[in-house]
């Protein structure tokens, strides 16, 4: 079975082999060469060898294969590798199925040994043989034969002090000659052998090591947070090596189909002269634009020809892939080469405007539109902005610190943190953090992960900061030049200003100011389209994008998609981001209220009913009041209210202070509040006396609610809203506590409402007994709805409130793969949905079932509600935009699924 | 289709139908007919019409059958209903299939109206028809009117103190012709109507109400208690009349045909001459004994050829019912009547000495004396007992009080509670209780259930008190009539001594002695026997009938019976008892000895592991002795160690002083302790950083207790002993947590015993999750436990620390029909388990499942892990017998049952 495939020459062996094989970078240079593409002759070897190779398989079975492609390269090229005449050097890069910028090793200017050092100083200088050389050791070095980077770093630094530089190009061959021997004495006394000078060597050693670098601790770290599996393993690409740093007519960039942060349509990129890849993405040097922008400096300018070639491929790819591609390019002595092209990142707003000018261009359909955004990138569209008057007033203040390139959008105040370290221990004391860094590499992940925005004062667009934070669409700010980090001194100082550690800072990610002290965010320009009506659709192509898209989702869509929503305000948000209606809404909420919370302590304070009924009777208005707000908002959309859940002791004060006050208020002694906060006090409160437990007990609470739900539908029959109430029982666990509680509703339903309203009554489904009893349950019951928090904490016996000791632990040590809270767990968790669905709908066919904890606004659980055939989800009103485009995507990507039996 | 059966001349209809359909009353009726035995003609209407009625049906479907069979009544006696010469009187009673004692409603002396009053009169005497009379309208006024009994009772009263009477019988003619007049009056006046005076009213009114009495509440309660699914219904018997008060010559009794409290095989009962059978059972008067003993009062001597005929039909009886019968008797002018004959309520210490006797007796086979003895009724034979030497200094010392009828065999020792409720309260309280009273009616079940032992002042051993204590395995005496109760003044007073309500008091339900003030309690003869030795087995019959009933029990089961025990002390008596091995170890309470709590609180305040290693270091030694002490306990029985389970906060103190003694000894701040119990203080602890959990984030712990085991191991095997411990990792939830610490006891393992010791890892299956997903947990895994403690709290989502203030509500109200922590569910817990079982075993066949949670020693959840196939159930020491009874009697009622579908 082949697992080498050559491509070269306008020939791509197993070019329709695709990603899976080839890995995203191999299946790429592939498919260009076929396309007559410039790419510079090489090889893949398939992933399926990196997953052998880990599990302790030999590479001895590719050896033949490599060496064949190997010399094909040669003869494409007219080099051979270790030649003393212009020799032969490749580059030997990971390339896995999925995209994971920088998390992998890479090898430039292998088969540089001391004898094609003299070849290469012959064929193209003395000073660029040795610079190829410096490169090679450390690179193979730090990869292969795990010499710590800095130290060699530290050669080069010292060197250039010594002599008094800025910057590596300064340095003369003498003093890189220099240099490259003290590489390789550092290599000589930290392996303790010389360092490799056979090619074959060199090139085996570094296809083991990038292999290996699929298990490196960063590698996994992305994997977890990408949600990619770990037995994909990478494919592995050797091929011919081009310069970007032969001189002056050399270049190296990168370019964008389109713009990566608003998705405009316009060629986009950046490049370095005289450069290698690794200073663009490493974002050293600032670079250059591509097209013309006034400064004189851009390719456009400086290589028209070369500018031009690259837009008839722009051309090419985008047909060829039907979507926005990232390109890596390298420009040796004018002439152009290919070497990467793949599916672009890009932030939220690019990807709705991509999708839909995609459709309007016919280069994709409506369906491919959905499955191209990710519904969790639609949050990005929601996030915050400075509102401009605030801002300038700030500039005006004398607050503006400086200006860096948009690499993330949205609008983010923090306090600043100058560690991935700093920024996670903020952070836990419930900091918004900006985590500032002059760069950024993967070690800082977890920090960027939990920061409210990055800032960095070096590198592009494409550097690590700006990829990673477009992933994880954090606002981003990257190459804010001037701003000095001090990170010694915990400072940033410019044009006259200082900040230090902890201290305010704003970012806006959309156009790269950066602003000392603290600005309000604002609404985003979609939330004000969509809530505020601030403009018309029409002048807002990204409201039109958003909206377009999710029309087109709801009309692909299965499941149906509601909000969490307590008050009348939360209901509008609801209905205006296109709910069909509410799925939970909590009447506890309404009990905390201030002006409440006295008359709810009365009650729990009486000691029997009447004392109780007495005290509730004062809180029947308010929650009609509630009730009828909410039904006016909806419009005639049902609206699911659970009826009281938390325990009673949750109303009563615990300070003692405030035991003081509470019974002041009440007019009675400070003991009697005490005594009573004693006796109702629990040792597990989440598995006590609460839900319909307290119905059951103390029935005159839910007859109260149950009253103000009916008196406020009469009400709003009156005004000529049709409600449609679904009251809600929470917490049962068998057939009797349901029964018991719906014959009180419907009693109080015939006395109230005399059958004038049309209401559903049904129940939670959130003790693990109740989903395996759903059969009998359902039988009383108009619908079910899935309480999946607490269904996770008790089929798990994990309390969310206690977890964060020892959860994260379980995650970051892979002993859960990952946080069963965050997305649904559907082993476990899901198979009991799964079996109450079907238990239900056996004894009550059409029952009608839904999801009301966190996950409903999870895409990946959403996914999973799908496929077990649910009829709606329920989430927070702004997360569903996302449910509505992640039950499309559910829809589109296949039907029921057994997956209960997974 | 036939629903109403004659009885009467030796002919019986439908004797082969049995209980099911004829109740218990009406099929012994039937069967005595059939053997010749003098019954009094009747009929019996089945349950079934009890059922159709109470579901709203009408009596009309019956009406022919019934007055045909009632004209077979009046055919047999040759007297008619209602007749004004020698009138037909009929009884109406319940008979349900089960035997509910004095439940449900009894009707006498039916069809006396005033025209048939004048036939009785003329026929048997004027005093004797009017007393007739006056007990039907009372009866029939209570029972079918609603007009409360006791109004009915204060007429009586009065109209004796009028009189100067002490007793009913002191009452003329005239004086009853009043009571009846005045009766008559109050029925007038409660209900606004005449007493029906039409024997075909009567007569339905009663078979109605008596239908009706199924669904009273005593009857809900009693049936509760004893699990009589509530669908049973009752059947009623309708049977002529004899009259044991018709004068001296006259008589009515119960007999036994054993001992009902001891087993022994001889002759017991008592009657009353001149008397109603509702007399005996009262226990309003006190009784004469059937046998000579002394007194010259015995039936023997009194009437002998009625004695003589009771014998031979005892013995008809018991050759025919293969048990111990419980006979109802009436005399009348000499002539012996058989009322009812049925399975006799037994002590534990009868059941198991009369199962055995019938077996040397070739009475019932071996399988049979397993099904005749409940499993729960062992424990009394291990109950306590006073020592004598106490018991006799407490005598000498003046504190005798008196001396009742021994009815419940054990000693008890409590506080005197003289109401049911205050019993109930007193209980609460925490306080052991003796309910002392008059006499007990249905009323007081609720404080018997609650008390430790049951005094009664009046009554014999066959009064509601005696029958009920007795079915309950509670300590009792009963007629202890020199002993007044003055409820009033909250005092017993008798021979000089007073004592109050809420004082010590000691009875000693095996002999009848009541002492004031405490007397310590002993361990039983079959304790002394089996855990002591105290003498050879052949010495005490109890001991030796426990022994043998239990080895037929051992050759009959397929279930495994192990114990739970944390000390050698505990596994000695788990071993004693033949407890096949530890499914218990709970290896916390090694940890909260005072001499070692110091230790564990210098761990829990280190804040890294090595100054945890340092504290854990100093605890190994002592966790290793208690292991080597198990081991050489279990003789080579495995040993299932679970690894710590509590939180870590559970070790730490909570009151200010006890934390500033903790600071103290451990040499550090009290700000210190504090600031550790603050940081590991919990919001739910039993679903919090616990078991496995704690594992996991604190390796070190269980690297301890592995080592602990394996040390203690190798001791074991150089003194020969061949210890197999099973070690169990508990709260296991994911298949992750397991695989992690199995390495780390096989590592362990390794270093210390290097492959010598026979050790088994397995897994509590305690969290609903792991049940879900067993067959990945159990690839890795010997044995899974089922902790159904925990199970239940998260299956239900109880916490059993706080569901005191919902659950009895629940129960009382039928909300659930039991409660889920005494007997398992089988619907929901249940399904987890027999799925659990299922998954585990497919992925690994044979592996061995068990369960140690408390449900491990009831006997229904025992026949329901008999059913879903478990290996073996683990329990208290205590409960190692009714285990082994219970798994038996699993094991013969029938194989595996697909429960799981139920």
Redesign the interface.
């Known amino acids: 079975m082949k697992r080498v495939f050559f491509f070269g020459n306008g020939e791509a062996e197993g070019a329709e082999l695709g990603k899976v094989t080839l890995g995203g970078k191999g299946a790429g240079l592939a498919e260009m060469t076929a396309l007559g593409i410039p790419v510079p002759p090489g090889f893949t070897i398939e992933a399926g060898v990196c997953v052998d190779f880990l599990h302790g398989a030999s590479l001895d079975g590719i050896r033949a294969e490599v060496e064949s492609a190997l010399a094909r390269i040669e003869r494409a090229t007219g080099k051979r590798l270790g030649d003393s005449e212009d020799p032969l050097l490749v580059s030997v890069r990971s390339g896995a199925r999925s995209s994971m910028p920088g998390m992998m090793d890479t090898i430039l200017n292998l088969g540089l040994t001391s004898h094609a050092l003299r070849g290469l100083a012959r064929a193209s200088g003395e000073r660029f043989a040795l610079d190829c050389r410096r490169r090679f050791l450390e690179m193979y070095g730090d990869v292969v034969l795990r010499v710590p980077r800095h130290q060699f770093d530290r050669i080069l630094a010292e060197k250039k002090q010594q002599r008094g530089f800025n910057s590596d190009v300064e340095l003369l061959a003498t003093d890189l000659a220099d240099v490259v021997r003290q590489h390789e004495q550092l290599v000589r006394q930290k392996t303790g052998k010389n360092f490799p000078d056979n090619t074959r060597e060199q090139l085996w050693g570094a296809i083991a090591a990038v292999f290996r670098s699929w298990d490196n601790e960063r590698a996994k770290t992305y994997r977890k947070l990408h949600h990619i599996p770990d037995d994909w393993g990478t494919a592995v690409n050797v091929q011919a090596m081009v310069f970007g740093n032969r001189g002056e007519t050399s270049a190296t960039g990168v370019a964008f189909t389109r713009d990566p942060s608003t998705g405009e349509r316009k060629f986009y990129g950046e490049f370095l002269p005289n450069a290698q890849g690794e200073d663009v993405v490493a974002g050293i040097r600032t670079p250059r634009p591509l097209s013309k922008d006034g400064s004189g400096l851009s390719l456009e300018e400086t290589m028209p020809e070369a500018h031009a070639e690259l837009l008839r491929i722009r051309d090419i790819l985008e047909r060829r892939y039907r979507d926005m591609q990232d390109l890596e390019f390298t420009i040796e002595d004018r002439k152009l080469y290919i070497l990467q092209t793949r599916s672009a990142k890009r932030t939220g707003f690019a990807a709705v405007r991509i999708a839909t000018d995609m459709v309007d261009e016919g280069l994709i359909s409506e369906d491919e539109a959905i499955a191209r955004v990710e519904p969790e990138q639609l949050i990005q569209l929601l996030a915050p902005v400075f509102p401009e008057k605030e801002k300038e007033a700030a500039i005006k203040d004398g607050r503006f610190l400086g200006k860096g390139l948009p690499a993330g959008p949205g609008a983010a105040c923090g306090c600043i943190a100058f560690t991935a370290e700093h920024a996670v221990a903020m952070a836990e004391e419930g900091e918004p953090i900006i985590l500032v860094r002059e760069e950024t590499s993967p070690e800082d992940i977890a920090g960027m992960q939990t920061a409210a925005g990055i800032l960095t004062t070096r590198g592009g667009t494409t550097s690590h900061a700006a990829v990673v934070a477009r992933g994880m669409g954090k606002t981003c700010i990257v190459g804010a030049g001037e701003i000095v980090v001090d990170a010694v001194h915990g400072q940033v100082r410019a044009r006259g200003l200082t900040a230090c550690e902890g201290e305010w800072m704003s970012i806006d990610g959309s156009t790269g100011e950066v602003l000392v002290g603290q600005i309000p965010t604002h609404p985003s320009e979609v939330l004000r389209v969509v809530l505020e009506g601030a403009m018309p659709i029409q002048e807002s192509p990204v409201a039109m994008a958003f909206t377009r898209l999710l029309l087109w989702a709801d009309a692909r869509r299965r499941l149906g998609v509601r909000a969490n929503a307590d008050t009348p305000q939360d209901a509008r948000v609801a209905r205006l981001f296109g709910a069909e209606g509410i799925g939970l809404c909590r009447t506890e909420h309404m009990f905390f209220e201030e002006q409440r919370i006295p008359a709810v302590r009365e009650m729990i304070l009486a000691d029997n009913p009447e004392g109780r009924r007495e005290a509730l009777a004062k809180i029947l208005p308010m929650q009609r009041e509630d009730f009828l707000g909410i039904f006016r908002e909806m419009k005639g959309r049902p609206v699911t209210i659970r009826l009281l859940d938390p325990p009673l002791h949750e109303f009563l004060p615990r300070e003692d202070e405030a035991v003081r006050k509470t019974a002041k208020e009440l007019g009675v002694a400070p003991d009697v509040v005490r005594e009573r906060v004693r006796a109702l006090a ?8 609460r839900g319909c ?2 119905g ?2 103390h029935p005159e609470i839910y007859e109260m609610q149950v009253c103000a739900i009916f008196e406020a539908a009469v009400l709003a029959l009156r005004e000529g809203v049709r409600p449609k109430p679904e009251i809600m029982i929470p ?1 049962v ?2 057939k ?2 349901f029964d ?1 509680l719906k014959k009180l509703i419907d009693r109080e339903a015939k006395r109230i409402a005399d059958d004038r309203v049309n209401y559903k009554v049904g129940t939670m489904i ?4 109740a989903a ?2 759903a059969n009998r349950i359902a039988l009383n019951c108009d619908f079910f709805s899935f309480g999946t928090n ?1 269904l996770t ?7 969310r ?3 964060v ?2 959860l994260p ?2 995650i970051a ?4 793969p990952e946080d069963p809270f965050a997305s649904l ?1 559907q ?3 899901g ?2 949905i799964s079996l109450a669905t079907r238990r239900g709908r056996e004894a009550k066919p059409g029952l009608k079932i839904g999801v009301c904890g966190e996950h409903g606004g999870d895409p990946r659980s959403i996914e999973f509600f799908h496929s077990v055939g649910l009829d709606y989800v329920s989430c927070s009103p702004f997360r569903v935009a996302v449910a509505r485009l992640a039950a499309a995507r559910a829809a589109l990507a296949g039907g029921m699924q057994a997956s209960a039996t997974a």
Chains 1, 2 share one sequence.
């Open positions: 629990e040792v597990n409160p989440m598995l006590g006396h437990r307290l059951i007990t917490l666990g068998a009797g506590e018991r959130e003790v693990p007994r395996l009893r607490d904490q008790l089929t798990y016996g994990y309390s409130d206690d977890a000791s020892f632990i379980y040590e892979g002993v859960l767990d082993y476990g968790v198979e009991l």
